[in-house]
């Protein structure tokens, strides 16, 4: 089992900055990938960004050049540093962990709300 604890989310407005932050606990191995995925409302949870323990990061195409993705391996921890936010980021974030074993754990959720 692996435990995700999210916290940092909150009502932003527009424009502003947000950053999330994961702690990652339990049986987790060497050679895993830490995310964040979000779900507005209405639709289809998607994915915002992850980074994988060698620290290779991918991102959505809505969120490139205004949200960055990072990791301390040795704290098992991810960070979201979310800026220029615009009201269509509005979501509940959720931080993900995967491996090679295809073991997948979420964390609770963290609402992001950015009013206009």
């Known amino acids: 089992q692996v435990q995700l604890v999210e916290s940092g989310g909150g009502l932003v407005q527009a424009g502003g900055s947000l950053r999330l932050s994961c702690a990652a606990s339990g049986n987790i191995f060497s050679s895993n990938v830490l995310g964040w995925y979000r779900q507005a409302p209405g639709k289809q949870r998607e994915l915002v960004a992850a980074?994988?323990?060698?620290?290779?990061?991918n991102y959505a195409d809505s969120v490139k050049g205004r949200f960055t993705i990072a990791r301390d391996n040795a704290k098992n921890t991810v960070w979201l540093q979310m800026n220029s936010l615009k009201p269509e980021d509005t979501a509940v974030y959720y931080c993900n962990y995967r491996d090679a074993f295809a073991y997948i754990y979420w964390g609770q959720g963290t609402q992001v709300p950015v009013s206009s």
């Open positions: 980074i994988s323990s060698g620290g290779n990061p």
